[in-house]
């Protein structure tokens, strides 16, 4: 119905599903500048960061001031989704958010290794939907998600299969020497 307003002329199916071809270039050269914005401020202010998301009652006491780190947080959240908005669409950025970090998840710990794999992760997988998508003339924000989504299920399988077979060589080696202590 907001398309029957008069004067309305904005597309709002470009918001829900985005077009990563259609990027003007002075749009791209400003989300360059926020990711490097966004960048730098995660790497100056990783450790409050950390503190502030595991522990709000630690960082009070080491003196982190955690309200303005978490409202600081959130901002940053808001402007990637922002940014992503107009590739992407909003449907689809929150696919594009948790995917690689859940992929990453899988096979590191530390909140660091995961930020960087999960980055380096959404780029391959974002070339990538875009390489597929080319051939076929297939959308390319929707491509991007079916080879994110294809992907996670993937590295779930492949991190299940290998956990199941780690935990049955663990309990066969501890059974062994259990019966060689006997």
Known sequence: FIAKAPGYQADLMSYLFGNILLVPRESLWFMIALDVLLLTIVAAYHRQ?????FDEEFARLRGIPVDFFYLLLLVLVAVTVVLLIQVVGLILVLALLTLPA?????YVHSLGR?????TLLGAAL???GLALSYGPDLPAGPT?????GAAYVFSATVTQVFGRRRARLAAARSLSRGELRE
Do not use: K
Not at 102 to 106: L, Q, T, V
Not at 144 to 148: D, K
């Open 144 to 148: 991007i998600i079916l080879l994110a």
């Open 114 to 118: 995961m930020m960087l794999i999960a």
């Open 49 to 53: 960061f950390l503190a502030v998301v």
């Open 126 to 128: 974002s070339i990538s």
């Open 102 to 106: 859940a992929m990453a998840g899988h």
